[in-house]
């Protein structure tokens, strides 16, 4: 079974930072390509970053681009999202996938404002 457990959200204000990890669990995480969704208040799930198994390919939408950087580490079954330059309208619950798997995390709540 698969988990996956988000961390690292918050509030900060804009133009700050912060890096989300999710450490995932119940698959080989060296063979998964991973990603990172949000969920703003009113809004369907978008997707906002993706890596491949062994981290060499990236996607970011196009908001997040050059402020958000997606990482992992196979050593430690973890995928990051570092966020910088954060505007209100990155304001959402950030979720992790496994993107060939159905689970979902429970997210974590990133606020910015002032």
């Known amino acids: 079974q698969v988990q996956l457990v988000e961390s690292g959200g918050g509030l900060v204000q804009p133009g700050g930072s912060l890096r989300l990890s999710c450490a995932a669990s119940?698959?080989?995480?060296?063979?998964?390509?991973m990603a990172w969704f949000r969920r703003a208040p009113g809004k369907q799930r978008e997707l906002v970053a993706t890596v491949t198994a062994n981290g060499n390919d990236k996607y970011y939408t196009d908001s997040v681009k050059g402020r958000f950087t997606i990482s992992r580490d196979n050593a430690k079954n973890t995928v990051y999202l570092q966020m910088n330059s954060l505007k209100p309208e990155d304001t959402a619950v950030y979720y992790c996938k496994a993107i060939l798997w159905a689970s979902w995390g429970q997210g974590t709540q990133v606020t910015v404002s002032s």
């Open positions: 119940g698959i080989i995480f060296s063979r998964e390509s």
